[in-house]
């Protein structure tokens, strides 16, 4: 499945609106907010269609997998918008991950965990909140939020260690970066040591950079970390590739037209995170080229002058206005 | 006193919403501490024990509570010695949970990082036997351990 979809759940007293992006949407926040109330009501719709009183209005299948056989069922579910209820403990399973990986669905997980084995975006991470009354006095309207809001409003221009998540091309290019600059850059060696690094350091200023295409998983611990006094930001890009496309180096109209609306051109049968998918793309596009990519191996036309400072250009809320601007 | 288990535990009830439903009493209901949490999470009111107003349903039984109001509620009334996953509750159920580790020794497991930021608090951290008395000493110790 590709595209985003819209979602309208509903029914006389409560009415949701929500649009869905990505293959992997997780639902979590406060109690009370209305989280069962939403699964009740999609069971209910598709228990008994629009004689349950409820109404569900979308593009797809909308279904709602529950049980200790979900395995089974899950295997007669296609292009559909697949719905998971809070403490449905599959659903953190190394299992589950593999079941819905190179499927055809979207899955809407509502969990508090962090479900380390799937690569959700710090994007897809929702809260839902009442926003008002809707038609009349007597039907509340919920909506989604995204709890993690902007991915780079609170990055710093001057920390003293930079940590990023990436051991290949990502980091030999922030290293560069940073080397320039006399600070520090170290490699995670993937996402799920960076908390570790994180206490370490503790007592520095502290940049994160990593894929914010996956790093769903790790944002409560990282934004714990920082809600508890710990100085962290966060850089979170869909993924050092992503950054590449969009510097403009490359010279394709197909590219400028992908990144403008990703969802329609990424296929969740064959991309589990779109980190996967742009990496596939750079290396595409790049092939032939003198802008050859590799995930492994840095080209080291990337570090050259005109090449760094097309790159560093959308790297502009990490670096000062001179960084951005000059290679030197 | 609080005790927190973080990640799985054998014989945890993982689902309290569910085993609330088949285990609840009425006068559980009716208790002027659930009465005061439901108000509080749910913004309900407890009409009787088989009665509540809820703003946005109307008139709900008790099966119709949040989850994090029916695992609260678990917390402070069933004496089973059942151990309940708190991760049912959101953040705005970390007050009420610690209220209650106040009269009693509270056990539970977690499978995220609620937010204890009440402070002062004194809660016992098995996995590692560490009491700890401030947010950042309870995240730096949760952070290694979900």
């Given amino acids: 499945m590709k595209g985003k979809y819209r979602v309208i759940v509903q029914d006389k007293r409560i009415r949701y609106d929500f649009t869905i992006h990505r293959n992997i949407t997780v639902i979590r926040g406060d109690s009370a907010t209305g989280k069962t109330t939403l699964l009740d009501m999609l069971t209910a719709y598709a228990t008994a269609g629009a004689e349950s009183g409820t109404t569900v209005n979308c593009e797809k299948n909308c279904t709602v997998l529950t049980g200790m056989d979900w395995k089974n069922r899950l295997a007669g579910i296609h292009d559909s918008l697949v719905f998971m209820d809070e403490l449905a403990r599959f659903t953190a399973s190394e299992d589950f991950a593999a079941a819905i990986r190179n499927t055809d669905n979207y899955y809407i997980i509502v969990s508090r965990e962090p479900l380390a084995n799937l690569p959700y975006s710090v994007d897809e991470i929702y809260g839902i909140r009442t926003s008002g009354k809707y038609g009349g006095l007597k039907q509340t309207y919920n909506e989604f939020y995204r709890i993690y809001g902007s991915r780079d409003s609170l990055v710093y221009q001057d920390p003293s260690l930079v940590i990023a998540e990436d051991s290949n091309s990502g980091y030999s290019f922030f290293r560069n970066i940073y080397d320039k600059k006399g600070i520090s850059c170290v490699s995670a060696n993937g996402k799920s040591n960076i908390h570790a690094l994180l206490q370490k350091s503790a007592g520095t200023r502290i940049l994160v950079i990593a894929d914010g295409a996956a790093f769903g998983p790790e944002m409560e611990r990282i934004h714990r970390l920082i809600e508890s006094g710990h100085t962290i930001a966060l850089y979170l890009p869909e993924s050092f590739e992503w950054i590449i496309l969009r510097s403009g180096l490359l010279k394709d109209s197909d590219i400028n037209a992908i990144l403008e609306s990703p969802e329609d051109y990424i296929e969740s049968s064959l991309y589990f995170s779109w980190e996967r998918f742009f990496t596939a793309l750079l290396v595409e596009k790049s092939q032939g080229s003198y802008l050859r990519y590799t995930k492994k191996t840095l080209n080291p036309v990337y570090l050259n002058d005109k090449e760094r400072l097309a790159v560093s250009k959308v790297l502009s809320p990490l670096l000062d206005d001179d960084a951005a601007h000059s290679t030197r | ?146």
């Fill in chain 2, 1 to 146: 006193m609080l005790h927190i288990h973080f990640g799985n535990l054998d014989g945890e009830i993982y689902n309290p919403p569910l085993y609330f439903l088949h285990q609840y009493e009425d006068e559980w209901i009716t208790d002027s501490l659930s009465a005061e949490m439901i108000r509080d999470v749910d913004k309900s009111t407890v009409v009787g024990p088989r009665l509540i107003d809820s703003p946005v349903l109307g008139a709900i039984s008790p099966r119709e509570l949040s989850g994090g109001v029916k695992t609260l509620i678990l917390m402070a009334h069933d004496n089973s010695g059942s151990i309940f996953n708190a991760s049912a509750c959101g953040d705005n159920c970390a007050k009420w949970i610690l209220k209650i580790a106040e009269n009693k020794d509270l056990t539970i497991t977690l499978h995220n990082i609620m937010k204890f930021d009440q402070e002062p608090f004194a809660i016992h951290i098995l996995n590692t036997d560490q009491v700890v008395h401030t947010f950042r000493e309870y995240v730096d110790a949760a952070v290694m351990l979900i």
